[in-house]
């Protein structure tokens, strides 16, 4: 037996062969670690979009525990198919988690907690507790709901396109609540169109059926003519000489269907005045804003957080245990708090200064401010009873905040710099809603970072530590891998405390050498 040469045809044949085999596999294996990965990451944003509110994920808990209590319950019963519903609503209480990720968008608390309680109505209660049958108002408030949510994210489709800095046009008020309107209409006639298919075609009964004493058609007309024929007083039915024992005519659907689109009109309807004077009015609206989606803002793309965190550890190779995550306050940081600034705009002398200070933001009721929990109205007579003397001034301080905060030169440019070294920037911030609500444009250098929190959307306030505990939670981190930069010392403890490393900021540039001390390039 002779050895083949590597030369010889054959052999070259072979290795080339073995050659692509070889690079197919290796291409198949990274398209399938490709996947799991993207699953992976897919999850991590699921599980990070469901805990975003707090509302919404007790009652998503309360349900989902709900509705696996009752598949648990069907299971011992042999009752497959309503197992079947209990897994489908399993997830389709998912769906406005994974709608936000995927398109990107944010939907409003309130109207989360719809979806969820109408999936759960539609398909536990309805379905499996036959609420459609017990209560026949209950499919008829379903379509109402269902009519009034659609047009919520029909209005929200074009409120998005009407905010959208690309375009040069603005729709008016009425053309977005007509859009908000037939979108509602359409998805209302769409879902008739499938009872009416699963009824046809697999013999259910989706279209309810009506009984009625009174019937027309031109059918009955013996003559051929197109008259209708009224048979009026009917109860009694009968079938192949079997009465039905309905007491009267069954009507196959079509009342049902009427009536559904006619309390889908009513939804919608309402829903779409509501947007009209939302859009009226330039956002508002109060109801509207609980109902209306909007785009992402980049501190809540959590599907875009988990992919930046996952290319980051391939660009910055560093050993376990060094920081990767820069986590900054806001005011007197990235932007300067002048409360100074603003309050001589309505203070003569330095004792009514001094006064407002210690009556606002040196007092118990401005960390309210920061929680986000007190009303304004409550908020303002806070500030008044520590100073009675300077009402007036207050609240006109108070209702225009002018120039109390403004966006450091250096922000934008820092932030950049930082993520492009491959770093996490994130905000931890005690922050106002009236104060952000005033200067969002301003804050526009949010858009740059990674994510973060505002106190007011979470009803906590530094130095507690349940704040620094949500943002290791949220964003997955290590404590020891980060650094935390407060310009007052306060602040500093909790961060510490957990495990991060800590920066008393003074100015950026002393701010830099401790930052390279500690190994951030």
């Not at 981190?477 to 007052?488: A, G, S, T």
Request: aromatic fraction near 12%.
């Amino acid at each position: 037996m002779t050895d083949c040469k590597i030369s010889h045809p054959v052999c070259l044949q072979r290795g080339k062969e073995r050659g692509i085999q070889m690079t197919e596999v290796k291409n198949n294996k990274e398209k399938k670690q490709h996947k799991t990965n993207n699953f992976q990451r897919m999850v991590m944003a699921l599980n990070m979009e469901i805990r975003e509110h707090k509302s919404s994920f007790f009652v998503y808990m309360i349900l989902r525990i709900l509705v696996i209590l009752m598949m648990v319950l069907q299971i011992f019963n042999r009752n497959f198919e309503n197992v079947f519903l209990c897994v489908l609503t399993l997830v389709l209480l998912v769906i406005p988690s994974f709608l936000q990720i995927q398109l990107r968008i944010e939907i409003p608390t309130t109207l989360e907690i719809f979806m969820l309680l109408f999936i759960f109505a539609a398909e536990i209660l309805g379905e499996i507790r036959e609420y459609y049958i017990i209560f026949p108002i209950w499919d008829t408030m379903l379509h109402t709901t269902n009519g009034f949510l659609a047009a919520a994210i029909g209005f929200s489709l074009v409120d998005i396109l009407n905010r959208n800095e690309r375009f040069a046009f603005q729709l008016s008020s009425r053309f977005m609540a007509l859009v908000a309107f037939c979108f509602s209409m359409t998805i209302g006639v769409l879902w008739e169109f499938f009872e009416f298919g699963m009824d046809m075609f697999f013999h259910f009964d989706m279209q309810k059926d009506t009984i009625i004493s009174c019937i027309s058609s031109v059918m009955l007309n013996l003559g051929g003519k197109n008259h209708p024929v009224v048979i009026d007083g009917v109860k009694e039915v009968f079938i192949n000489g079997s009465d039905l024992g309905l007491g009267g005519y069954l009507d196959i659907g079509l009342i049902d269907t009427m009536k559904d689109l006619l309390v889908n009109f009513v939804g919608a309807f309402v829903f779409s005045m509501i947007g009209y004077y939302y859009v009226k009015h330039r956002g508002r609206g109060g109801i509207a804003n609980r109902f209306i989606p909007r785009l992402k803002k980049r501190e809540a793309d959590f599907l875009t957080m988990v992919e930046e965190k996952e290319n980051r550890k391939s660009i910055v190779k560093k050993t376990e245990g060094s920081i990767n995550t820069i986590v900054f306050d806001i005011g007197n940081v990235l932007m300067d708090f002048n409360y100074q600034k603003c309050f001589k705009n309505y203070t003569k002398t330095k004792e009514e200064f001094d006064a407002m200070v210690a009556a606002t933001v040196k007092s118990e009721a401005w960390r309210e401010f920061d929680r986000g929990v007190w009303g304004e109205e409550q908020l303002l007579n806070a500030f008044i009873q520590n100073a009675p003397a300077l009402e007036t001034q207050i609240r006109e301080m108070f209702h225009a905040l002018e120039d109390i905060v403004k966006t450091r030169d250096y922000t934008v440019s820092w932030i950049k710099e930082l993520r492009k070294k491959g770093y996490q920037v994130l905000f931890l911030s005690n922050f106002p809603e009236k104060v952000y609500r005033i200067y969002r444009d301003e804050m526009a250098f949010l858009e740059e970072m990674d994510g973060g929190i505002l106190s007011y959307r979470e009803k906590l306030a530094k130095p507690e530590r349940p704040i620094y505990e949500l943002l290791v939670k949220r964003y997955g981190l290590v404590p020891k891998e980060c650094v935390y930069m407060d310009d007052l010392a306060e602040n500093l403890v909790e961060a510490q405390n957990l495990g991060m490393q800590v920066i008393l900021f003074e100015n950026k540039e002393k701010a830099i050498v401790e930052l390279k001390k500690i190994g951030v390039l």
